[in-house]
């Protein structure tokens, strides 16, 4: 148990003198190194005023140097720094600085898009010791510190708020998620563009996807090929597009989006607005899954059709047991249909994303109830969505909660979407930790539901492909966007 934070000395446990982050500074390490060194990215601009305050709290209780402004400068500048200057300490023989490295953690507070970000980063750079990560919720869905135990409320401010959350950094167990990375080819027009740009402006989300060199070996020649990853889920139809309506209303009036509980608000209105609780009415098969694309996962090394239901309007890659707001479309099999469709239970570091699809809004409210679950399609190490021309000129797709508006081919071309496992990386969890761990002998224990079942055909695979995830460096937000939208 940690130390009650009323304790003066509570705070030491995370203070990092400035000669470790700084280069060149004096060397100040008169007292023991902290038991859990901690840097401290923010986006100052999440959750309204919410992550100014955070920062200035932040800054008040530890070393003003270990805490940073993702709007001043991108993690993998400030990491690049502070571990080629952890390094020369190291060499010269600095046993304080060696701890501290050992120790590192890190706390991110801002909304999905900015934790990914530093999941990212921490992931590219390949460091020595990777540190594990903590979040903080201030962006709407808040996915991914929901999955992990850090709830999916804005936290409080205050200096009593900001030590509560660093005494749960203290407490908490290290486990290992996955990452996937996402490829996506078309064709090079003849004039125009098609790359994936929304009409208002270049979606968030795309901060992770950027051109494949000529010089790089997924280069294909006369097309155009993006790369990037994902953490929590990758999707793509009616939730997709619900969300780039959402992103691009904010887009116009961020004035209006300046507290939780209205985003979450706005958000359902427009999933009325947009028709997908009467879908079978108001919206053209043209928009079904089947019908905008095949999709294909590995099976022992070879790409097998996936058979997607007809009625299938939207479709989920998903990672982490939390989606639109902390829901599970997935859900935890029965040993029975385990057994049946050769399923396993699903956990955040086995190599393998839960396929699930919703045929409409009403669909997705199933996830609401007990033991409530889409369909529940495939699991799968690698899957491959091909879009040939058809009806529709678009579709609506999104990662961790950042959508854009992807053209579709016009002419005898092909979009292809590549999906598959890259690496692993270390976060913190809480007590109250949704995800499972495969290595943790209390989350291998087998339960049962009564949910939705379906009949479709299930398919794993084998196989893995080790890329470079694109964060670092190239997985940088445009100076032109403005990372107060990021969520």
């Not at 800054?59 to 993998?76: I, M, W, Y």
């Not at 507290?259 to 209105?269: K, M």
């Not at 369909?375 to 969505?385: D, E, K, N, P």
């Amino acid at each position: 148990m940690a130390e009650s934070s009323s304790d003066p000395t509570f705070l030491k446990n995370f203070y990092i003198p400035t000669y470790i982050v700084t280069p060149d500074a004096e060397v100040d390490n008169d007292s023991d190194p902290p038991r859990c060194p901690v840097l401290v990215f923010i986006n100052s601009k999440s959750g309204g005023q919410l992550g100014g305050d955070l920062l200035v709290t932040y800054r008040s209780l530890l070393n003003a140097n270990q805490v940073f402004d993702l709007g001043q400068e991108a993690p993998d500048k400030s990491l690049q720094r502070i571990y080629a200057n952890l390094q020369k300490l190291k060499n010269e023989g600095d046993d304080f600085a060696s701890t501290v490295e050992e120790r590192l953690k890190i706390i991110v507070a801002g909304g999905d898009g900015t934790a990914g970000w530093l999941l990212g980063v921490v992931c590219d750079l390949k460091l020595s010791h990777p540190p594990a990560i903590a979040t903080v919720p201030l962006g709407t869905g808040n996915n991914l510190p929901f999955a992990f135990g850090w709830g999916k409320r804005n936290p409080g401010t205050d200096r009593q708020s900001v030590e509560g959350f660093l005494k749960q950094v203290l407490e908490a167990k290290e486990m290992k998620i996955d990452n996937w990375h996402i490829l996506m080819r078309m064709k090079a027009p003849a004039e125009g563009t098609c790359d994936p740009i929304a009409p208002l402006e270049l979606p968030h989300s795309l901060h992770a996807f950027h051109r494949v060199s000529s010089t790089d070996e997924l280069d294909v020649e006369g097309c155009h090929t993006f790369r990037g990853g994902f953490w929590n889920y990758f999707s793509m139809g009616m939730d997709a597009q619900i969300s780039y309506a959402f992103h691009s209303e904010r887009k116009l009036h961020p004035e209006k989006f300046k507290n939780q509980l209205i985003n979450q608000s706005t958000y359902a209105r427009l999933g009325c607005t947009q028709g997908w609780f009467f879908a079978s009415l108001v919206h053209p098969n043209s928009k079904n899954i089947a019908q905008l694309a095949k999709v294909k996962v590995m099976k022992n090394g070879e790409w097998k059709d996936l058979h997607v239901p007809h009625y299938i309007r939207s479709i989920v890659c998903l990672n982490l047991p939390s989606f639109s707001g902390g829901l599970n479309p997935w859900g935890t099999p029965s040993q029975r249909r385990r057994s049946n469709r050769d399923f396993t239970p699903p956990y955040v570091d086995d190599g393998l994303l839960e396929v699930v699809g919703f045929r409409d809004a009403w669909h997705g409210l199933v996830l609401l109830t007990p033991n409530g679950h889409g369909t529940r399609l495939a699991q799968a190490r690698r899957i491959r969505f091909e879009f040939h021309r058809g009806a529709a000129d678009h579709t609506y797709m999104r990662i961790d909660g950042e959508p854009w508006k992807q053209p579709l081919p016009v002419d005898d071309d092909t979009v292809v979407v590549e999906i598959s496992h890259l690496r692993q990386v270390n976060m913190l969890a809480t007590r109250d930790c949704r995800s499972k761990s495969k290595h943790d002998p209390a989350d291998t224990s087998k339960h049962d539901d009564e949910g939705y079942h379906s009949d479709e055909e299930e398919s794993s695979v084998e196989g893995e492909e080790w890329r470079k995830f694109g964060a670092a460096e190239t997985f940088k937000i445009p100076d032109e966007v403005d990372i107060s939208h990021l969520s």
